[in-house]
């Protein structure tokens, strides 16, 4: 077998690195000049491998600072109605969520011009810290209204979905659901629970659900953007 040229065989080491987290994600290689003295290559065979890397997405360039390694990326289709575990776990991938904070409120005059409910009204208030494989994903702020689920089990919502949870213990069948979603820069508590720096983007998704014309749940999650994207097929069929 012929022996591989130098950019291939540079690539495949630099990849090796990305893949054993040498590397990070989002963390910056080292500068072409660096990887010449490094490898004892010039700088077009670096550029050539980076170019590779680039192509296989593995990579990406922000011009006068230098080169990242690309972010492993999860699609969600927003085609039918869907939750992060489920989809995951369709997609064989581990999920697990950690509950951050759990009590039952009352809705401030804010949050209760929102849900449009009566002032005072009782509300189950979760936060849920969502993972996927070794990352951090999202960070749930679920409210439930208390005269329809009277309890919340904080143990069972932790190995299963909510959804699910729901379903099975207050029969809930979510009829509809409406979504909004918005981008923003993390705080320095969503930073530290997402394990990102300020710089990644994140978008801000609030999710309204309906059991008949009844809101039976609101959700304001923190959805890391250098890892979800959210994808819809539009058809125009006449």
Request: proline share 5%; charged share 25%; net charge neutral.
């Amino acid at each position: 077998m012929p022996n591989l040229p130098l950019y291939q065989e540079l690539h495949d080491h630099i990849l090796q690195y990305i893949n054993s987290h040498e590397y990070p994600e989002n963390g910056l290689l080292p500068s072409e000049r660096d990887m010449c003295q490094m490898y004892k290559v010039s700088r077009s065979t670096v550029r050539q491998a980076l170019a590779l890397l680039e192509e296989e997405q593995m990579v990406y360039t922000i011009h006068g600072i230098g080169t990242f390694v690309k972010p492993k990326v999860f699609e969600q289709n927003l085609s039918q109605f869907y939750t992060f575990t489920d989809d995951l776990k369709n997609k064989n991938i581990s999920f697990h969520s950690h509950v951050l904070s759990y009590e039952t409120i009352t809705l401030s005059r804010s949050l209760a011009l929102k849900l449009r409910a009566e002032r005072r009204e009782a509300y189950h208030r979760l936060v849920r810290l969502c993972s996927a494989r070794d990352y951090p994903l999202v960070i749930e702020t679920t409210y439930l209204p208390k005269n329809r689920f009277v309890h919340i089990d904080v143990d069972a919502v932790e190995s299963r979905s909510l959804y699910d949870y729901l379903s099975a213990k207050y029969g809930l069948k979510v009829d509809r659901a409406t979504e909004t979603f918005i981008p923003i820069l993390p705080d320095s508590e969503q930073c530290e629970l997402l394990k990102i720096s300020p710089r990644i983007p994140c978008i801000l998704l609030e999710r309204f659900s309906y059991e008949g014309d009844g809101l039976v749940e609101y959700t304001s999650s923190v959805v890391r953007g250098d890892k979800y994207v959210f994808k819809i097929e539009l058809n125009n069929r006449k």
